[in-house]
Antibody
Framework: EVQLVQSGAEVKKPGESLKISCKGS????????IAWVRQMPGKGLEWMGI????????RYSPSFQGQVTISADKSISTTFLQWSSLKASDTAMYYC??????????????WGKGTTVTVSS | SYELTQPPSVSVSPGQTARITCSGD??????AYWYQQKPGQAPVLVIY???ERPSGIPERFSGSSSGTTVTLTISGVQAEDEADYYC???????????FGTGTKVTVL
């Protein structure tokens, strides 16, 4: 069974750093892109970026470029989303999803359950 | 930045047909995809490549495309179909993926 298991909920203060994770299993981790998606409280889905774990090729949405870092460690089949200095506006649910990417098709077929990040003083 | 526009809400009686539209300038050149999200749950893919249904998704879910608008149709709506629905596609260059604004489907 294809699964993406995300790390647990986090509560942080503004200015702190954070790294959350997403571990894949049941498929070839290194040959499938992983996307990260933000959902702020009561709001819609926002595509943040994608990474190809095989070579760590990474692409960011212009809205998130420079705000977060997406990385991967293929030896442990895990991708990461990290912040160097959190803001209250980073409070959201963050999903990872397997992203099928090809000629003229790009979509997310398997999703993790999400990681809640709360940033509050 | 590229945007996909959906109606905020659609209401439908059980057994009737719900249609959710999604509009975007690049849709004639890019496939559309649809996700269902129930409260407190992760999104689930219900339609890919405009009109293909993943295994396990009921036949009452279908997709279509015409010009700059794509449509998700739920035929014979059931109470369990009450959820938020998001379209997704890419900009004309294919560099970025974008989600629609989302539509809340209420089953009366």
């Amino acid at each position: 069974e294809v699964q993406l298991v995300q790390s647990g909920a986090e509560v942080k203060k503004p200015g702190e750093s954070l790294k959350i994770s997403c571990k894949g299993s049941g498929y070839s981790f290194t040959t499938h892109w992983i996307a990260w998606v933000r959902q702020m409280p009561g709001k819609g889905l926002e595509w943040m970026g994608i990474i190809y774990p095989g070579d760590s090729d990474t692409r960011y949405s212009p809205s998130f470029q420079g705000q977060v870092t997406i990385s991967a460690d293929k030896s442990i089949s895990t991708t990461f989303l990290q912040w160097s200095s959190l803001k209250a506006s980073d409070t959201a649910m963050y999903y990872c999803a397997r992203s099928l990417e090809g000629n003229f098709y790009y979509y997310m077929d398997v999703w993790g359950k999400g990681t809640t990040v709360t940033v509050s003083s | 930045s590229y945007e996909l526009t959906q109606p905020p809400s659609v209401s439908v009686s059980p057994g009737q047909t719900a249609r959710i539209t999604c509009s975007g300038d690049a849709l004639p050149r890019q496939y559309a995809y649809w996700y269902q999200q129930k409260p407190g749950q992760a999104p689930v893919l219900v339609i890919y490549k405009d009109n293909e249904r993943p295994s396990g998704i009921p036949e009452r879910f279908s997709g279509s495309s015409s010009g700059t608008t794509v449509t998700l149709t739920i035929s014979g709506v059931q109470a369990e179909d009450e959820a938020d629905y998001y379209c997704q596609s890419a900009d004309s260059s294919g560099a970025y993926r974008v989600f629609g604004t989302g539509t809340k489907v209420t089953v009366l």
